[in-house]
């Protein structure tokens, strides 16, 4: 949809019972560019004004003043507006080059906090490529979310809590050895978690033994808690050398173990307002008379161990009175949708109208040749592998298409990464999705890649001109250019709709739709030619490459200058 103030401004003329934002939601882009730029559709006007949509439209474009299109016709139930296209490219143009990479920024959040937490992948485990869509996920909405005028708060909530730790502990201590974990330590850990679990099949006890050591890890054992110590650092250092490649900060660390001493305040709320019953030992909060199919919340196990719903019960509560946040986010897999209902039913029966403004960022799963990873069995794919691979990849492709090219492992890098992550976000969240890694990487087709290259070709044909770019007088007549114009103008409201439907996604069909656009024209123009619209050409090539470059940001994915 074009966003246009000109439009809205013309139909609050007619519709003066209608404001501008009603009218705003309601534009809409025509089935076909024949149709016209932008629509109106009358349906909703039919009751109120009890007349047929169709002959609403008509009394519309006959009432409108149209000075400043080309033409507003009715056709059926709508009002298309033919934009003039002069005007239209001048205005748009001017704006993307003056803004620059703040093309697209509104104010709508107006500074409040908005806590995303993101990632948050177990210690003593290597970080899969089951990690993979919560990290990217989480990074590209807090970049949408500041674009948007918010304050994204940026938390990585590592699992470094719970029974697996005290399953870990015995098996570290029952068959492993220091120098083993020593000599590589991520990969040692994950062995012995597996093994622990396939001799748990023979010899359930063992599932006791891993309780009991959590237990002691939670009661503050020494032993126990200078294994723990040891494997979160060494986990921190691996997770880092990920995270670098990726580009990817954190305003907090703060996991599972931060909130040990935080708990007590859950149970001491959740006592005072009765809400605690006991259930064969345990300790939970009956949720049956809010929703009959909602199982009890568990805040305490038998033997007085917390669980996942204390540690984010507390966690919630620690962040609204830390961040005070207008909104917070769960990016985290759909599969785990009833814990984040019970945690909101929870919150809300403590007293906290706040709750509402949680929500889960669910999404799909990956799978490899159909199959699902897991860790304790050992079925996993390893990010770190992943991105070494599609760095080889877009490095062979690289070293075929521009032998010449200057430091091409940086750009392999750029390239392999931001190709991984594109493909992620390309997909809808709730959406699984198969991955096949040479078809991620591939430089055409929807990959992130041939929305680098565009980018680079962009800024490729600026470097061969000296003109010094200007905004003066770029009033572009060629019909060529318009499906680049009318992408470009969509950018604001492209920004905006991806916030309000917590969709990457969003942002990337958009960038894939402009370098579709760019192309064609490329294909078909002589862009450098010396004649009186060179500049006008020029600053559409530079407009496109700033609005790549910023919707590549906004996704994560680097721009590099050549490819």
């Not at 991105?387 to 690289?398: G, P, R, Y």
């Not at 060179?534 to 996704?555: D, F, G, H, P, Q």
């Amino acid at each position: 949809m074009v966003d246009n103030i000109q439009i809205v401004e013309a139909l609050n003329a007619v519709l003066t019972d209608l404001t501008l934002h009603e009218i705003s939601e309601k534009l809409e882009a025509p089935k076909s560019s024949d149709l016209g730029d932008v629509a109106f559709p009358t349906f909703t006007l039919a009751k109120t004004l009890h007349k047929a949509p169709q002959l609403i439209a008509a009394d519309i474009v006959a009432a409108i003043d149209q000075e400043g299109f080309e033409k507003v016709v009715a056709t059926g139930p709508y009002v298309n507006f033919f934009l003039d296209k002069v005007a239209t490219s001048n205005r748009v143009l001017k704006t993307v080059f003056d803004l620059e990479g703040a093309y697209g920024d509104n104010v709508d959040g107006q500074g409040a906090k908005v806590t995303i937490d993101m990632s948050s992948p177990n210690i003593a485990k290597p970080m899969s490529m089951g990690h993979l869509r919560s990290t990217v996920i989480g990074n590209a909405l807090a970049n949408i979310t500041a674009k948007n005028g918010y304050a994204p708060v940026k938390i990585n909530h590592l699992g470094d809590w719970g029974t697996q730790f005290g399953k870990l502990i015995y098996a570290y201590k029952a068959w492993g050895s220091e120098e083993e974990v020593k000599s590589d330590p991520i990969a040692t850990l994950l062995k012995y978690y597996v093994e622990f679990h396939e001799k748990a099949k023979e010899n359930d006890s063992l599932n006791d033994e891993g309780r009991a050591w959590f237990k002691k890890l939670e009661d503050g054992d020494e032993e126990a808690h200078r294994l723990w110590q040891w494997f979160r650092a060494e986990s921190l250092k691996e997770f880092s050398e990920i995270y670098d490649r990726l580009d990817i900060t954190f305003d907090s660390f703060n996991g599972e173990a931060f909130y040990n001493d935080k708990m007590d305040k859950v149970v001491d709320i959740l006592e005072e307002k009765n809400l605690l019953v006991e259930s064969q030992g345990a300790q939970i909060v009956d949720l049956s008379h809010i929703n009959p199919n909602l199982t009890p919340a568990m805040i305490k196990r038998s033997d007085g161990a917390t669980l996942y719903m204390t540690r984010d019960l507390a966690a919630a509560l620690y962040r609204k009175e830390t961040y005070d946040f207008a909104k917070s986010l769960y990016v985290v897999g759909g599969e785990q949708r009833e814990h984040f209902v019970q945690m909101k039913a929870v919150l809300s029966l403590m007293g906290f109208e706040w709750a509402d403004d949680i929500e889960h960022i669910a999404f799909g799963l990956i799978t490899f040749n159909g199959k699902k990873m897991s860790t304790r069995k050992g079925d996993v794919v390893l990010l770190k592998d992943v991105l070494d691979d599609a760095h080889e990849l877009a490095l062979k492709q690289i070293q075929e298409k521009n032998p010449a090219l200057g430091d091409k492992d940086t750009v392999a890098e750029e390239v392999g990464a931001g190709a991984v992550v594109f493909h992620d976000l390309m997909n809808d969240r709730t959406n699984n999705f198969d991955f096949n890694l040479e078809e991620v990487v591939r430089f055409e087709g929807d990959t992130g890649p041939y929305v680098q290259y565009t980018n680079a070709r962009a800024k490729s044909i600026l470097r061969k001109t000296s003109v010094q770019l200007t905004s003066d007088d770029l009033n572009l007549s060629d019909p060529a250019t318009w499906d680049i114009i009318t992408t470009l103008n969509n950018f604001p409201k492209t920004v905006q709709r991806a916030w309000q439907q917590r969709e990457a996604s969003i942002i990337a069909k958009y960038a894939l739709n402009l370098s579709r656009a760019f192309n064609k024209y490329y294909a078909n123009s002589k862009i450098l030619t010396e004649d009186a619209q060179l500049n006008a050409r020029l600053v559409l090539v530079k407009s496109v490459s700033i609005v790549l470059t910023e919707s590549l940001r906004l996704l994560g994915v680097k721009a590099p200058e050549e490819m």
